[in-house]
């Protein structure tokens, strides 16, 4: 496992990425991948596929961030997905376990590269889930920094029985989302925490008790609920650093949401891996999650609750 930092020092925000240098689609584990369609023109997606996952390593750059680089393995076509290798808060990563035996090849890869992240000093613990729990790392588990606490979403891919590990490994407490549409599978297709307090979501996604949940916790001024054209193209999936929000597309309503709140939109065009089911924040994993990271941006939300937005 070969794990290098292109960029950065310790207080910059890091995140760990894959090239997609083996990027495809060649089974299905969710509603967006067809091999079929992908083969009949898989040269030139794939090519596209290094373009746009270049434009938002940049866009990670330019708004301040480290990467460091996950070694691509040919035959695991979504370790670009790195958001699924990990739950990490405070120096200390749990290693997901996969839902499906088309990704439970990567789970050694993920173990290497966090052990080689440790004896570089950027981590304490990697913690092992127990046997027969599975748990897809940060694209179930979501520190909300604000409120001081993990949303795990559960039902197609993480056991809503891994909330209590959590808890119990990394010291914050999980409060379990199952999830309705099999289309957002994972938490980070149809939810997002922004250091503010304010949280996107595809209400449509969610259980009516996990709704209730969001709605116990979240007031409504910080609740931005989108509607199904920003949630089809994946606006939930953002990768938030600072102030800047880096996103595949967004709609003008969205924008004016998160503008109004103090954010910039960034859009960098992912649409080759929505054909797997992912967008920009499944092929990040932020590695330098804190649980006392509110700090100066956590003002609250300058405008009234909006209805659905896009
Ligand atoms: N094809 C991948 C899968 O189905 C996509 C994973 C997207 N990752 C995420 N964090 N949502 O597992």
Not at 34 to 52: F, T, V
Not at 168 to 187: E, K, M
Not at 283 to 301: F, G, H, K, Q, W
Request: aromatic residues 8%; glycine residues 8%.
């Amino acid at each position: 496992m070969n794990i290098h930092a292109t960029l950065g020092q310790n207080s910059q925000p890091r995140f760990l990425m894959c090239p997609p240098r083996h990027f495809a689609v060649t089974y299905s584990i969710n509603p967006w991948m067809d091999p079929k369609a992908w083969a009949d023109s898989g040269a030139a997606l794939h090519e596209e596929a290094g373009r746009q996952w270049t434009g938002l390593r940049r866009a990670l750059a330019a708004a301040g961030a480290a990467v460091e680089m996950l070694e691509p393995a040919a035959d695991l076509p979504d370790l670009v997905f790195t958001a699924n290798g990990a739950v990490v808060l405070d120096r200390k990563a749990v290693l997901a376990r996969f839902r499906h035996g088309e990704r439970r090849d990567e789970e050694p890869l993920f173990a290497a590269a966090f052990a080689a992240l440790q004896a570089r000093g950027l981590f304490d613990e990697i913690v092992t889930l127990p046997e027969g729990t599975t748990l897809e790392g940060a694209g179930d588990c979501i520190f909300d920094a604000r409120r001081g606490h993990f949303w795990m979403g559960c039902g197609f891919r993480s056991d809503a029985a891994a909330a209590a590990f959590i808890e119990r490994r990394l010291g914050a407490p999980c409060v379990p989302l199952p999830l309705a549409d099999p289309s957002f599978y994972h938490l980070d297709t149809a939810f997002c925490t922004l250091p503010c307090g304010s949280v996107i979501h595809y209400p449509d996604a969610f259980t009516p008790a996990a709704l209730a949940s969001i709605h116990e916790r979240v007031a409504p001024e910080y609740r931005i609920a989108l509607g199904r054209a920003d949630a089809a193209r994946f606006a939930a999936n953002a990768v938030c650093v600072d102030r800047t929000i880096i996103m595949s597309r967004c709609s003008a309503v969205l924008r004016r949401a998160l503008a109004e709140r103090g954010y910039t939109v960034v859009t960098t065009p992912l649409e080759v891996f929505l054909r797997s089911g992912g967008s920009a924040c499944c092929l990040t994993l932020r590695l330098d999650r804190r649980s006392n990271e509110i700090a100066a941006v956590a003002d609250a939300p300058k405008t009234a609750a909006v209805g659905k937005v896009g």
